[in-house]
């Protein structure tokens, strides 16, 4: 079993939608959630952090976390073709060590 | 905002060569990361470092070395280039968390 998964997609939604992607993670024990966000071509770049459960919104983004079921997603409202790109999801299990998934694309369509 | 410099943004080497490829932080970042990214393996972990000569293997580290002599500064070290080490090489730093990326260097293994 990997240690955080993610659907790869792609996952295509309608510009103005809301997409929603997700992650799951193995590791009970790990205390804090990342969303990074990579163009094609490009290095990933930071558009969240969450550690307490519940959600937490910036902008346009909502992070949502459910230690319990082990469950972390990312939702974007009023996608814009700009929001193209692969989602990582990283999980923080302490010593420093972050795991990654290996990524959703997503694709939204004008 | 932390600044991540890597060396070269694409690099073109022959197999047998010893090539370095170099990493800069501004943030006085204790901890420092090598990955590189393939297409469908995300981000694997090659190696990283906690502090000034500190090194911790991750989970690819065969066939590289690094060094970090000054906290600033971390470098990956391919002591003998093989085509299979074609690959995006991101370095990343962070304080307690999160990991902050560079814009990673493109090497080709020739």
């Known amino acids: 079993q990997k240690e955080v998964e993610q659907n790869s997609g792609p996952l295509s939604v309608p510009e103005g939608a809301i997409a929603s992607l997700n992650c799951t993670y193995s590791?009970?024990?790990?205390?804090?959630f990342f969303w990074y966000r990579q163009y094609s071509g490009k290095s990933p770049e930071l558009i969240m952090s969450?550690?307490?459960?519940g959600d937490k919104e910036d902008g346009r983004f909502t992070a949502q976390l459910n230690k319990a079921s082990q469950y972390v997603s990312l939702l974007i409202r009023d996608s814009q073709p700009s929001d193209s790109a692969t989602y990582l999801c990283?999980?923080?299990?302490?010593?420093?060590?972050?795991?990654f998934g290996t990524g959703t694309k997503l694709q939204v369509i004008p | 905002d932390v600044k991540v410099t890597q060396s070269s943004r694409y690099l073109v080497k022959r197999t047998g060569e010893k090539v370095f490829l170099e990493c800069v932080q501004d943030?006085?970042?204790?901890?420092m990361f090598w990955y590189r990214q393939d297409p469908g393996l995300g981000l694997r972990l090659i190696y990283f470092?906690?502090?000034?000569?500190?090194?911790e293997k991750g989970d690819i580290p065969e066939g590289y070395s690094v060094s970090r002599e000054k906290k600033e500064r971390f470098s990956l070290i391919l002591e003998s280039a093989s085509t299979n080490q074609t690959s995006m090489y991101l370095c990343?730093?962070?304080?307690?968390?999160?990991?902050?990326f560079g814009d990673g260097t493109r090497l080709s293994i020739l």
């Open positions: 990343a730093s962070s304080g307690l968390q999160p990991q902050h």
């Open positions: 590791d009970r024990v790990s205390q804090s």
């Open positions: 969450i550690y307490s459960n």
């Open positions: 990283a999980v923080f299990g302490g010593y420093q060590k972050v795991t």
């Open positions: 943030m006085d970042h204790e901890n």
């Open positions: 470092s906690y502090d000034v000569k500190m090194k």
